[in-house]
């Protein structure tokens, strides 16, 4: 497969623009701050992206997608049930590591930029996080199938868990600077786990 | 007792600059901003406030200031135990509705901004959640001591999982716009609690 140049030039100014959001968010994003970065005219930058925002969307697709390789892809190698989970939240767990870019995860950062925001860049946002919390209760939905969660199990609950352990993890990380970051997450993720085992839902009614 | 006609004017610029940061962020705050905001002229701004970093640190020490009144404050009033844990989280829950601001919580979305910048500002938002951290585990050891919760429970994991599940609440409520996000956040704190009752812990060794 061959790509044309105007597609790796594209490609290039979007990478550049996703490490710029990573440190300074999407709204410092414009054609202007960019077209410096990149060492191209304003105008050649206009013939890639038509506006402002549609640079904004088609940066946070960019690290969407790159979210998708890292993430999702690699754990449908890992057997369906709880082994493909753990590596799904492996993968997750790790992303920011190995995305490439420096800083944060850009698409986190986008929900507290955005979410006062409505607009077609809000909507961008909206749908990687509605497929990523699809791609998550599809995966727990198996882990239910092969009997290792509990089959009365209330996935939607236990998706929002997960989500609410990933930021957690991010800010104690990134933020709070602690050492102890990834123990204390991976013991979070493995009290959740033990608490979905058949038959854990029943004894505690 | 009184306050001075400086006090209270520097309270009403702190009160605008967080109005401007709950929606654009801390990082949108600059002097000249603010001062067309409050109608005062930049150099009556800079007679409260020397430097742009000085207002940006103010401004998210005002919203930790309202954190305590309207979170940790009330919850005292509560029994020692579950009680004031629940009236904490109550308090936390519904803070940014009565904080008198639009938008988000300015100090959750101050993570993003500041995490990737190392200085002063990124210090007094540390500041206040090593507080928020620090009342938090008392409030879980004070259910310990009264036996409602396990005397083995892992505090500090405790107080990691409750501010997950506060960040994916304004996550699912803000940025997703669940109907369910209220109850879908409930029913996670109802299981964090239950998870934590005496013996629970040794019955999954």
Redesign the interface.
């Known amino acids: 497969m061959t790509t044309s140049k105007g597609e790796r030039t594209r490609s290039t100014i979007l990478d550049a623009a996703v490490a710029l959001a990573?440190?300074q968010?999407f709204?410092a994003l414009s054609i202007g701050s960019l077209a410096d970065r990149v060492g191209m005219s304003k105008s050649g930058l206009f013939g890639h992206f038509g506006s402002r925002e549609e640079l904004q969307i088609a940066a946070i697709e960019a690290a969407a997608e790159r979210f998708a390789v890292l993430v999702y892809r690699p754990a449908l190698e890992a057997p369906r049930g709880l082994a493909r989970l753990n590596a799904l939240i492996d993968n997750w767990l790790t992303w920011v590591e190995r995305c490439g870019w420096d800083?944060?995860c850009p698409l986190?950062?986008a929900?507290?930029?955005?979410?006062?925001?409505p607009g077609p860049v809000?909507a961008a946002?909206?749908r990687h996080?509605?497929r990523l919390e699809r791609e998550l209760a599809r995966t727990i939905r198996l882990c239910v199938d092969t009997g290792e969660f509990d089959r009365d199990l209330?996935v939607?609950?236990f998706v929002?868990?997960l989500?609410?352990?990933?930021?957690?993890f991010?800010?104690?990380r990134?933020?709070?600077g602690g050492t102890?970051a990834e123990a204390?997450?991976r013991?979070?993720f493995a009290?959740l786990i033990?608490?979905s085992a058949p038959g854990r839902l029943q004894r505690?009614q």
């Open positions: 990573c440190v968010g709204e800083g944060g986190e950062g929900i507290h930029e955005f979410d006062d925001r809000k946002v909206v996080f509605t209330d939607d609950l929002f868990r989500m609410g352990v990933v930021m957690a991010h800010y104690r990134r933020l709070m102890r204390v997450t013991g979070a009290l033990k608490e505690d």
